[in-house]
């Protein structure tokens, strides 16, 4: 059974940083897609970006590139969301989803496993 536990969350000012981390477990992930989403309330549960844990090509939603980075060790079974210039819009909840696909899809019904999510609050 796979086992996604992210941390990392917290309160901080606009313009600053968090790494939010995703410790995956019960699985061998080389055939795994790894993302991360957000969901603020009274919205949709929305794609911030995904790694292909063979390879660790990454892709990231318009709104945050260039902001964050997404990252993973594979001696750890972590994968890593670099959250730099946050803004208030970015508070919300975080979620660490995977998949078993060499497609990285953006929906997030197409994730069969989730973390339980952690929250991220941005003051401006």
């Known amino acids: 059974q796979v086992q996604l536990v992210e941390s990392g969350g917290g309160l901080v000012q606009a313009g600053g940083s968090l790494r939010l981390s995703c410790a995956a477990s019960?699985?061998?992930?080389?055939?795994?897609?790894m993302a991360w989403f957000r969901q603020a309330p009274g919205k949709e549960r929305e794609f911030v970006g995904g790694i292909r844990w063979s390879g660790g090509s990454t892709q990231t939603a318009d709104p945050v590139k260039g902001r964050f980075t997404i990252s993973r060790d594979t001696a750890k079974n972590e994968v890593y969301l670099q959250m730099n210039m946050l803004k208030p819009e970015d508070t919300a909840v975080y979620y660490c989803a995977a998949r078993r696909t060499f497609i990285l899809e953006i929906s997030p019904t197409q994730y069969d496993y989730w973390g339980q999510g952690t929250q991220v609050t941005v003051s401006s």
């Open positions: 019960g699985r061998t992930f080389s055939s795994y897609i």
